[in-house]
């Protein structure tokens, strides 16, 4: 859902308030034209002389130009791009911004003249699908691109604003960039590091491991635009947090239980990267997908460092929640979803956005080693440094000078301006990006959703009749939120080990039918059809997450402990919380419902061997399982709860088909308590396949197919659309199929 603004975008032309701000006189060290220091992508961009601003505002469709002077900072006009842009750059000089927008397919160039107080877009250039992250060389003459789901780096020459190439096998999903800068005054041997964001699977091992998977970051050369090389960011071994048992070694909890099993972490999800003199560091949410679950041992926030000198892991991995476990003081806040981070670019440190937890940390690195280290308070060295931003900051820019930080926050739709002169520092402004949705439409429900979909905390308004807001509903300390394994509402691709077996995460954009306008339609929920109502997830924000939950007596505060309330197929009428005068559960459905996107394929529509292997889908039948328009036969066709006779197991038994995928001796077939799983003999959920291409090398419920070739190898599975007859016994014809399956995104027509 975007909220749209009606100025047409061709003729688009900036609403200055005023003529913009001439540009504040330049720092002594700044070499003029020319950026001071390593870049990196981020929502947000300053120019050389840091005197403007530009934020991307994805939800919005458009980005917002601020004027900056120290830490005077003026909103001076908002244009409207393409859209849902994510990534924005400006050229050193702040003759032109550039915006990524990710639906759009397209980079939008907007000439600003500053004199005459004009911003305007002057051109729209095509690169793959779904860019994300801008970044410029250090001089600006060229702008690196990741184009996520084509899985290229598109370089455009920013004289001329062409593309002057098309970087293929970049690696999967490449998101985050950053460009080395040596000072020597031209850019032609600088190395550009691109994260790719989901973790790809270590050989040898199976997800629900806490070592299964790898960061992975792609080097690339400006001096031929070509691949350099490939970096394998390892899992971290210790992530310094203990469980009761482990459940991939069937070594359940002793009774009482005891935290002593240490647990590991994989890198996953690297949005962002920074460098500082010869280390490159990618924040990241680590993956500890081991059983049994508890608060404190599913995701972490990782820190992994790379060595430029040899282009391979620095083995100095932190998890950076430890250093809030450490605290002393009892008030804590974890440091959730790291997204992005700066570097000053005087001293040896940086600061890190906690997307879910509203904060900006700071940590400190070793110039020699790499090492970093979170930073104390220095008013107060019994907690952690946690300077207070707006909802869901993304990212953060630090002025040469070190003076001014200024974030970019993804769900208020503003900007926290920092003051980094004083210690601690100091939030001095938060000033408004982009408009939010007006109080009581439907977009306002979806963006309320979105807030508690990506919040940690759950620090809502105060309970009626008191002034205190209400603490800790969507996890303990800020631990948890469901975008911590469902960024963007989309799947983390990891297969947790959770109470009824291995279950990779599924992705939200397959629970309601998208071709419906009312999205009345939804599909059973979960591998093993137990839950049918979003509120069912309630579990997951008070087992998983350690938190308050959504759900309340009548009161409108006490939390509900009633048990019924909490198994999954027995209630439909629960009493929500109310957060910003909606049910927190209604919005939440509704962010669900409209406000996650399907990943857009790259493939295209008309090419011969995706509509021959349509052909091939439909000859196999594969529609009977993988039909309509969700891609899934399962359908929610009753009202909660249901009919007794349909359960199982806790399992909805009709919706469940078995297609030979449950092998009970798999290492990771396992509860998180380590016993042999119940379900999983009846069969599973047909999975949506819709924009199934988008997440890698990880298939059916436990992962254990690593391509969709594994997928079709299964002959039960392959042949159960057509009676046990195997139409699909050529690889040639497979392989063709899976052209079609990758094809599979929002615009693909269904097979009824
Ligand atoms: C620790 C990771 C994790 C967290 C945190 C998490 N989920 Fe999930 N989610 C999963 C996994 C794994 C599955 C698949 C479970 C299964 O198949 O049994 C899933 C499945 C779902 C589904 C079912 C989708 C479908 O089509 O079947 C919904 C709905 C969902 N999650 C909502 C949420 C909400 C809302 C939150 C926050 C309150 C949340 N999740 C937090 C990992 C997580
Ligand atoms: C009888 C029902 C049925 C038929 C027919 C069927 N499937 Fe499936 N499919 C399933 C089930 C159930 C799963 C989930 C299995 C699991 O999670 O272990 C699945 C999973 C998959 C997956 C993995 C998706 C993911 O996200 O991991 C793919 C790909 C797939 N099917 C493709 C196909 C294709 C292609 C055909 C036709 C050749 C086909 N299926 C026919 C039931 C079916």
């Known amino acids: 859902m975007h909220a749209r603004s009606s100025a047409s975008l061709s003729t688009a032309v900036m609403v200055a308030t005023g003529i913009l701000l001439a540009p504040a006189a330049p720092t002594a060290h700044l070499v003029d034209g020319r950026f001071f220091g390593p870049t990196s992508s981020q929502p947000l961009a300053l120019t050389a002389n840091e005197s403007l601003l530009a934020v991307a505002n994805p939800d919005n469709d458009s980005v917002t130009l601020f004027s900056v002077a120290g830490t005077e900072v003026k909103r001076l006009a908002e244009v409207e791009v393409g859209r849902e842009p994510n990534g924005v750059a ?26 005459r107080g004009v911003a305007r877009v002057i051109d729209r250039i095509r690169v793959g699908t779904e860019p994300y992250g801008l970044a410029l060389t250090p001089n600006g003459t060229k702008l690196y691109v990741t184009n996520t789901r084509s899985n290229s780096v598109t370089v455009i020459d ?74 394998t960011l390892n899992p971290l071994a210790d992530a310094g947090f203990r469980a009761a048992g ?28 920074g460098i500082k003199g010869k280390y ?142 004083t210690q601690p520092e100091r939030v001095v402004a938060t000033l408004q990006s982009a408009a939010l949705p007006a ?19 759950g620090e809502f308004d105060p309970a009626p009749g008191t002034t205190t807001p209400i603490r800790g509903r969507m996890s303990a300390n800020g631990w948890g939120a469901c975008a911590a394994c469902h960024p963007n509402g989309l799947s983390d691709n990891v297969v947790w080990i959770f109470p009824s077996g291995p279950k990779k995460t599924i992705s939200q954009h397959t629970d309601f039918d998208l071709t419906d306008p009312t999205r009345k339609r939804m599909r059973l929920l979960n591998h093993n059809a137990e839950r049918d109502e979003q509120e069912d997830f309630e579990l997951n924000i008070r087992a998983v997450s350690g938190g308050q939950g959504l759900i309340v007596q009548a009161d409108g505060i006490t939390q ?3 048990v019924v309330n909490l198994v ?27 406000g996650i996107r399907p990943p857009i394929s790259p493939a295209i529509k008309s090419d011969p061997r995706v509509q021959a292997g349509r052909l091939l889908f439909t000859a196999a039948n594969c529609q009977s399982c993988h039909g309509g328009p969700q891609w899934t036969s399962s359908r929610l066709d009753y009202t909660p709860p249901p009919d007794a006779s349909r359960i199982k197991n806790g399992q909805i038994l009709d919706q469940l088909r078995a297609v ?38 990880t298939f059916l419920h436990n992962g254990t197919a690593s391509s969709l070739g594994d997928v079709l190898d299964n002959v039960s599975h392959r042949s159960a659309g057509t009676g046990g007859v195997d139409v699909l016994s050529s690889a040639a014809d497979r392989a063709t199929l899976i052209q079609f399956l990758l094809s599979i995104d929002a615009r693909t027509r269904p097979i009824p």
Do not use: C
Not at 663 to 690: I, Q, R, W, Y
């Open 568 to 594: 999954p197929l027995a209630s439909a009428h629960r009493n929500q919380l109310t957060v910003h005068g909606v049910p927190a559960w209604d919005a939440i459905k509704a962010y669900i419902q409209y």
């Open 560 to 562: 509900d402990t009633t």
């Open 660 to 697: 030979g995928t449950f092998d009970p001796s798999a290492l990771n077939e396992v509860t998180a308590n380590g016993a042999s799983p119940v379900v999983g003999p009846d069969g599973f959920v047909p999975d949506s396949l819709l924009s199934i291409f988008a997440f890698p090398q």
């Open 439 to 457: 109080p009581g439409t439907v977009a306002d429900l979806i963006h309320v959703g979105k807030e508690l979909y990506n919040t940690s905390i």
């Open 246 to 273: 482990d459940a991939i070694a069937r070594i359940p909890p002793a009774t009482p239980p005891a935290f002593t099993f240490p647990t590991g972490a994989y890198p996953n999800q690297l949005n962002n990267i």
């Open 90 to 115: 400006l050229l050193p000089d702040g003759t032109k911004a550039y915006a990524a927008n990710t639906v759009g397919g397209t980079v939008a160039v907007i000439r600003i003249n500053r004199d």
């Open 280 to 421: 490159a560091f990618v924040p990241n949410v680590g993956a500890s997908p081991n059983g049994p679950i508890r608060f404190d041992v599913n995701t972490q926030s990782l820190l992994s460092v790379i060595d430029t000198t040899t282009n391979a892991d620095a083995q100095q991995t932190i998890n950076m929640h430890r250093a809030v476990a450490q605290q002393t003081n009892t008030t804590r806040r974890f440091l959730t979803i790291p997204w992005a981070l700066a570097f000053k670019h005087l001293a040896n440190e940086a600061y890190v956005v906690s997307a879910a937890s509203n904060v900006l940390f700071k940590i400190a690195v070793n110039p020699a080693t790499g090492a970093a280290a979170v930073q104390p308070d220095p008013s107060d060295p019994t907690r952690v440094l946690q300077i207070p931003t707006g909802k869901n900051p993304r990212g953060v820019v630090v002025t040469s000078g070190d003076t001014v930080a200024i974030v970019a926050n993804y769900v208020s739709r503003d900007i926290t301006v920092i003051d980094l002169t």
């Open 158 to 231: 920013t004289q001329t604003d062409v593309v002057i190439r098309t970087i293929q096998n970049a690696g999967f999903e490449p998101r985050g960039l950053a460009i080395t800068n040596d000072d020597d005054g031209d850019d032609a041997d600088e190395t550009v590091y691109v994260t790719q964001f989901l973790s790809l699977p270590v050989p040898g091992k199976i997800d629900g491991q806490d070592d299964a998977k790898a960061g992975k970051v792609t080097a690339i050369s400006t001096a031929t635009d070509a691949v350099i090389g490939e970096i």
